[in-house]
């Protein structure tokens, strides 16, 4: 009798494992994400980088998702870069796909959304840094990186530093007043300069020359900067302003180094001249890893989301803006997951995520250095950190190793 019991027994505990193999696995909760893009308007070039985001959507869901029971669906909708478009097409967004959080492309759809986004419910997360006029309190919209003024800020201090025969170094700015964005980046470094440097005897501003925002030509307003003796030049936030300055620059026999971001001097008009010699000693600075850092945690990340999930570019400055932009979205989705439950996210809750949240190195994948958000300003304003790079020797190459914290006493201008 006994081995019959213990054949029965068998017999019962297979069929029961059989028939819980042949139930449907715990569906996982679904979210929409909308990501707002530009694939026909003055920035679809960037686009086809920065939707790099939504292969890091598609890893987190094969990863921590699935742990978590959830799966995040983005859908990317054509604004062509216009905010009367992204007004126009919020609505629908919103009831086609009740999105408890969205990805956002830059300052057109921010000033279309930024007033309504409490209203809504619905945070929305960007790649691009923050600005002055976007420098308020419990705002809905949030980004990785600090305002350009508090980068160029914290390079500029670091190349004071790095020369300290100068005093005071000679800052000098050509930019356009045709955007407000270039506009807030002038105001906010002789803001800092004015209020912290100065009086210090570490700096001074020698001139400030306003050009178009496409120059065909800037010799004359650069031979101005020359003879005020300028030791830096910061202002050169697009590509084609940043060539027509190092023409004069080159034209007038000058090498005063510039201070940008990656994307706007050396390394997309390295690529277009072949050789990065022309921009020897100028500086770029950024809140993202550096580009030429390829033995680090963020580089493998990228081959990771190359080899396995549809990575649309190659390792570039652009696309690290969209992986860093997708990673801060998934974390806060995750840690609003973990405090209200997988099925109970909603916008309120990534938004308290984000508002409250600390975010560490290894959680972004080495993209972005660790911080904490405020419900003060809508980016980080505690343990902020940017990576310098300039070209020595005629290589692409970190200005110093370590990440370096932003300036904390860059105060509203």
Not at 93 to 101: H, R
């Amino acid at each position: 009798m006994s081995g019959f019991s213990s054949r029965k027994a068998a017999l019962v505990a297979g069929l029961a494992a059989g028939l819980l193999a042949l139930q449907p696995a715990q569906a996982q909760v679904e979210y929409k994400v909308p990501g707002l893009v530009d694939y026909s308007g003055p920035f679809a070039d960037l686009t086809k980088h920065l939707i790099a985001r939504d292969a890091v959507v598609k890893w987190w869901n094969d990863n921590d998702g699935k742990k978590l029971g959830i799966k995040l669906t983005v859908k990317n909708y054509d604004t062509r870069y216009d905010g009367t478009v992204v007004a126009s097409m919020w609505p629908a967004i919103l009831t086609e796909m009740k999105p408890v959080v969205a990805m956002g492309l830059g300052g057109a759809d921010q000033a279309a959304l930024q007033q309504r986004l409490a209203r809504d419910k619905v945070p929305v997360i960007y790649a691009p840094p923050a600005y002055g006029f976007g420098w308020l309190p419990n705002q809905w919209v949030f980004g990785p990186r600090t305002t350009y003024g508090h980068e160029y800020a914290t390079a500029l201090k670091w190349y004071i530093d790095q020369n300290p025969g100068k005093r005071p170094v000679k800052v000098a700015f050509m930019s356009t007043q045709a955007s407000p964005a270039f506009v807030d980046i002038v105001n906010g470094i002789t803001h800092y300069v004015k209020t912290v440097l100065e009086p210090k005897g570490l700096a001074t501003v020698v001139a400030t020359e306003w050009v178009e925002i496409q120059p065909v030509d800037v010799s004359s307003p650069m031979k101005k900067i020359i003879d005020a003796k300028a030791d830096v030049l910061i202002g050169t936030s697009n590509t084609t302003l940043a060539a027509a300055a190092l023409r004069a620059q080159q034209l007038h026999g000058s090498k005063i180094p510039t201070i940008a971001a990656p994307w706007h001097t050396i390394w997309p008009l390295a690529q277009a001249m072949k050789t990065y010699a022309p921009w020897e000693g100028h500086m770029v600075v950024t809140g993202v890893v550096s580009f030429s850092e390829r033995d680090s945690k963020a580089f493998q990340f990228y081959q990771t989301l190359s080899k396995n999930y549809g990575l649309p570019a190659d390792w570039n400055p652009l696309n690290q803006l969209g992986i860093s932009q997708a990673l801060l979205m998934v974390r806060a989705v995750e840690h609003a997951a973990k405090k209200v439950g997988a099925d109970k996210v909603t916008g309120e809750a990534v938004y308290e995520a984000l508002a409250n949240g600390t975010f560490t190195d290894e959680e972004l994948m080495g993209f972005v250095a660790g911080f904490s958000f405020t419900k003060d300003a809508p980016f980080p304003t505690k343990n902020a950190k940017v990576k310098i790079e300039t070209v020595k020797d005629g290589k692409y190459t970190l200005a110093t190793p370590d990440w370096i914290p932003v300036v904390t006493d860059l105060t509203k201008w």
